[in-house]
């Protein structure tokens, strides 16, 4: 089967990316500190922005900008998962075994092969798929309010004044967001 991914040129794109048989190998401090790492060493060779992500057990959410003049998702995506695995790997962490086909393609237990994305095309998709990202952890009942789940962009966004600590639903995004996507 082939895979077709939207490719734009300094696209928006909400990314999900999800652990190997969702395995729940996020859930301490050192993975979660690694994931960082390789998202930050990622950036420094091939840059990118975030400006929403939430962190689970055994998934993330990204919204991820690319440069003007740059559509390579797929790069970034596979480095960060390439990093990670590295580095978690070296530190010990345990992967699972993968099914003999992704064992030939020389995938790793750490990972599900490929990743889920979506090109944001407006203020209200921007919009919406922040609220999911921010939403998600009480959508899988980790937590009972979304201020209360510290791997999220969320608590960024408060301090800026977009949303209120108890939010629980759509907000209105500020000017600059919608200059933003259009830029």
């Known amino acids: 089967m082939e895979y077709r991914r939207a490719r734009v040129c300094g696209g928006l794109y909400f990314i999900t990316i999800v652990t190997h048989r969702r395995r729940p190998i996020l859930s301490a401090d050192r993975p979660r500190s690694l994931l960082h790492q390789a998202i930050e060493t990622m950036q420094d060779y091939h840059p990118f922005s ?19 003049g740059d559509d390579n998702i797929s790069g970034r995506i596979g480095g960060i998962k390439k990093q990670f695995t590295h580095l978690y790997l070296s530190a010990h962490g ?31 998709e921007y919009q919406l798929h922040l609220d999911y990202i921010h939403a998600n952890p009480v959508k899988h009942g980790l937590v009972q309010y979304v201020r209360d789940w510290a791997w999220s962009s969320f608590h ?9 600590s108890d939010w629980a639903g759509h907000v209105e995004l500020p000017h600059e967001v919608e200059y933003y996507l259009n830029d």
């Open 50 to 68: 975030l400006s929403g992500l939430v962190l689970l057990p055994d998934h993330l959410h990204l919204l991820m900008r690319l440069p003007q």
């Open 94 to 124: 345990q992967e699972a075994r993968p099914t003999p086909g992704a064992a030939a393609k020389g995938y790793r237990g750490v990972w599900q092969p490929r990743f889920w994305d979506h090109v944001i095309r407006d203020a209200k």
């Open 156 to 164: 960024r966004y408060v301090q800026a004044g977009v949303y209120e």
